[in-house]
Nanobody, 125 residues
């Protein structure tokens, strides 16, 4: 199981860090999973944001966030973070984390097996 935390209401240009925490009986399995962040804005489809390999060495970003967002992980704490800087109103969405035990770090949401409940990020102009 995954839980996403850290959403909130911020102003354009502000920063926010989201955290995806593993929980439940198999929480330690996140240390060998690839993890991705996705988001869904009101009235829009689910969109890939970023992903990270199990050991943190491989990271991938959507063009819309590259250079502003940073994904990282701490396997000793069973967490994956998404640091978001220079936020824009277009970043407003519900953000979800998801894991792929097969290690895939792709941008296709269908490749991820386990999903957190989402956390809302609202960026005002």
């Amino acid at each position: 199981q995954l839980q996403a935390f850290g959403g909130g209401l911020v102003k354009s240009g502000d920063s926010l860090t989201l955290v995806c925490a593993a929980c439940g009986p198999t929480f330690t399995s996140i240390t060998t999973d690839a993890v991705g962040w996705f988001r869904q804005a009101p009235g829009k489809d689910l969109e890939f944001v970023a992903s990270i390999g199990w050991n943190g060495r491989s990271t991938y970003y959507a063009d819309s966030v590259r250079g502003r967002f940073t994904i990282s992980r701490d396997n000793t704490k069973y967490t994956v973070s998404l640091e978001m800087n220079n936020l824009e109103p277009e970043d407003t969405a519900v953000y979800y984390c998801a894991s792929d035990p097969s290690g895939g770090t792709g941008s296709n949401s269908g490749g991820y097996d386990y999903w957190g409940q989402g956390t809302l990020v609202t960026v005002s102009s």
